[in-house]
């Protein structure tokens, strides 16, 4: 009698549900933090000869070296550091967690933070242990320190700015982490595009610093780049882990090109911090609607006065906008919605469904 999945899969496994992926055809897409601007005609005539060109019968460079150089050079990457990349950060993310995955250790993340930190823990092995931001969002210093002297965590992952949340946390606050940390801190700066600040030329000093970085928020989420910076003696274990040719030969000579026209990616970034501002004061002016600050692509809010999180997102979605409903993910997030920053045209259409959408529950 052949063996059924619940006998032979890990009970942690079966108990998890699936990162979910809502589908989007025919919608104003405002849910994944992509960058809703495509890339000038002239750069994607350039594409379309390199895709043309590429030897995809034959493996990509496994080092990508090319690409690498390329982007030491537009991420002002410190020297003596090493690159890493990955099929997105997800990847990078699971490499860690694996390297790392010794009996009974511990990964370690801030509270609501990017939902994957907790799911690789699970695939992993790892026992996870997540620590509540203030109520504010900000980092609770303290608890976190607290808990690294509890867990002795092998990895913290802090994403800076965060993910729901949008804010960038207290610079000290991470630095007096790092420093208490036994382990390796991560710092995911997936938004860095859309934030005035970034740990990148603090890696030299602190032994035990990680940092991510990826392209998908600056206009690239379809080629699945993620980066690790960092020093040599950790990621020559990590690379030992990641997978050969995991960064297809598209995605590198793509990428490379785009690096070569990195002023387009920073007026696309410069154009949403412009829209973001506009439309965080839009979203603060109507009645029963709290904004939080953000540093990052998207806008995290809290509907009230009569109206739920889940009934907001239904009737919007009912009028074609898709955003991305928090409530129930984590307490600190009770009726929160998160919403990507598109183009002025899309915001206008999300801002009046979403004051439609507020009438119709006042009728």
């Known amino acids: 009698m052949p063996s059924r999945p619940d006998q032979l899969i890990r009970p942690e496994i079966l108990a998890l549900s699936a990162y979910h992926v809502p589908p989007a055809k025919g919608m104003v897409k405002l849910d994944a933090m992509e960058n809703p601007y495509s890339l000038p005609a002239p750069l994607r005539e350039e594409i379309a000869q390199l895709a043309a060109d590429a030897p995809i019968n034959r493996y990509p460079d496994p080092n990508a070296a090319s690409l690498k150089a390329a982007l030491r050079e537009a991420l002002a990457i410190p020297d003596g550091m090493e690159i890493m990349l990955g099929n997105g950060s997800d990847e990078i993310i699971q490499i860690i967690a694996l390297a790392f995955a010794r009996p009974g250790a511990a990964l370690m993340s801030v509270e609501p933070a990017f939902v994957m930190f907790r799911m690789i823990a699970t695939f992993t092995g790892m026992r996870y242990a997540g620590v509540p931001l203030n109520?504010?969002?900000?980092?609770?210093?303290?608890?976190?320190?607290?808990?690294?002297?509890?867990?002795?965590?092998?990895?913290?992952?802090?994403?800076?700015?965060?993910?729901?949340?949008?804010?960038?946390?207290?610079?000290?606050?991470?630095?007096?982490?790092?420093?208490?940390?036994?382990?390796?801190?991560?710092?995911?700066?997936?938004?860095?595009?859309?934030?005035?600040?970034?740990?990148?030329?603090?890696?030299?000093?602190?032994?035990?610093?990680?940092?991510?970085?990826?392209?998908?928020?600056?206009?690239?989420?379809?080629?699945?780049?993620?980066?690790?910076?960092?020093r040599p003696e950790w990621l020559i274990q990590l690379e030992k882990l990641r997978l050969p040719y995991n960064v297809g030969i598209t995605t590198q000579l793509i990428t490379e090109k785009v690096l070569q026209h990195g002023d387009v990616l920073l007026q696309q970034a410069a154009a949403i911090k412009i829209e973001r501002a506009v439309m965080s004061e839009r979203l603060a002016a109507l009645n029963g609607i709290e904004v939080f600050p953000t540093d990052a692509n998207f806008i995290l809010f809290r509907v009230n006065r009569g109206n739920s999180a889940a009934q907001v997102f239904q009737r919007l979605k009912a009028r074609g906008i898709l955003i991305k409903n928090l409530d129930g993910s984590h307490p600190l997030l009770k009726n929160c919605l998160r919403v990507t920053v598109g183009t002025p045209s899309e915001n206008t259409q999300f801002l009046e469904a979403l004051q439609a959408s507020f009438n119709h529950q006042n009728h």
């Open 135 to 230: 109520p504010d969002f900000s980092l609770d210093v303290d608890a976190v320190l607290a808990a690294i002297a509890r867990h002795q965590p092998a990895v913290i992952f802090i994403a800076y700015p965060n993910n729901p949340t949008g804010n960038l946390f207290d610079a000290a606050g991470i630095s007096r982490i790092i420093d208490a940390a036994p382990g390796v801190v991560v710092v995911d700066e997936a938004y860095h595009a859309f934030a005035d600040a970034s740990f990148m030329s603090t890696l030299a000093k602190y032994p035990n610093l990680l940092l991510m970085r990826t392209l998908s928020k600056s206009g690239l989420a379809g080629l699945r780049l993620g980066l690790l910076a960092g």
